[in-house]
């Protein structure tokens, strides 16, 4: 995962209030939101938070009679890696579909963040994910392939089965505010570290707003049957199988060393003899 404003995803810009004076003038006149804002806006150096994600598209294919160019019917979809609300997040999702389609540029507001369409082709889709204001102020870049139709091995296109393709990824913030760590600490979309020893909770009322019930969760979507696993167990398996195929090559070359060096070694002619 790269340490880029995508898959590792670093913390957000300067989130002061842009005084920039330090008199004590000007300190005394700040209103409590302002002096609330600053608690809120302190970065804790050391941490981040964890947010993983799957974004994808599911493709069915509508059969026979369908329409030559709406043959398929397709979703795409930035979801939780464990189906809760992204909404606590991400502010907003933006699709860029192929310049064909009516309106191609697609804003989704509140979550789940997704959109369905139906179409023939396929075609790169561009996925840009906007954080609210105490996360991060940059938008994060994703790209995927939208597809259509089945490997050759899938066998041959079902009405009854979709063509399924997810990415796996972690969206890591370094150096949090406090606001943002104590407004997700308990959310079960979200990752946080055990709390700093110097960490003060900020009151409650200053991120209540935030913190309202959404029905923004993927657990009972339509698609939830077709969505992938990608829990830490599957992960843990997965590496394991690779590093038993990378000890076996390492086993291999081993052995062909080992042949090589018994070979009796030819002597070089010396140039100039």
Not at 56 to 70: D, N, P, Q, R, V
Request: glycine letters at 6%; hydrophobic letters at 35%.
């Amino acid at each position: 995962m790269p340490h880029t404003a995508g898959r590792k995803h670093g913390g957000g810009g300067d989130q002061s209030d842009g005084s920039g004076s330090k008199s004590h003038r000007i300190k005394s006149n700040k209103s409590p939101e302002d002096n609330d804002k600053k608690i809120l806006n302190k970065k804790l150096k050391d941490v981040e938070i964890c947010v993983p994600i799957v974004y994808g598209t599911i493709s069915f294919w509508l059969g026979k009679k369908a329409s030559e160019y709406h043959s398929h019917k397709w979703t795409v979809y930035v979801r939780s890696a464990t189906n809760e609300d992204l909404g606590a997040v991400v502010k907003r999702a933006v699709f860029q579909l192929h310049p064909s389609f009516n309106n191609p540029t697609r804003v989704v507001e509140t979550p789940p963040f997704e959109l369905s369409e139906s179409g023939w082709g396929e075609f790169e889709i561009a996925i840009s994910l906007f954080f609210h204001a105490d996360v991060c102020d940059k938008q994060l870049d994703l790209y995927h392939h939208l597809k259509l139709y089945p490997e050759e091995e899938s066998g041959p296109q079902s009405t009854k089965k979709p063509v399924v393709v997810e990415s796996y990824d972690e969206i890591v913030f370094s150096e949090p505010s406090e606001g943002f760590f104590a407004r997700v600490q308990n959310h079960p979309a979200v990752i946080v570290p055990r709390l700093p020893a110097t960490f003060n909770i900020p009151p409650p009322g200053l991120f209540d707003n935030m913190n309202e019930k959404r029905r923004g969760d993927t657990k009972d979507h339509p698609l939830t049957q077709w969505f992938m696993n990608f829990s830490e167990a599957d992960e843990l398996l997965k590496l394991a199988a690779a590093r038993q195929q990378v000890q076996a090559h390492i086993v291999k070359l081993r052995r062909q060393l080992t042949l090589m060096d018994g070979q009796p070694q030819q002597s070089k002619p010396i140039s100039g003899q």
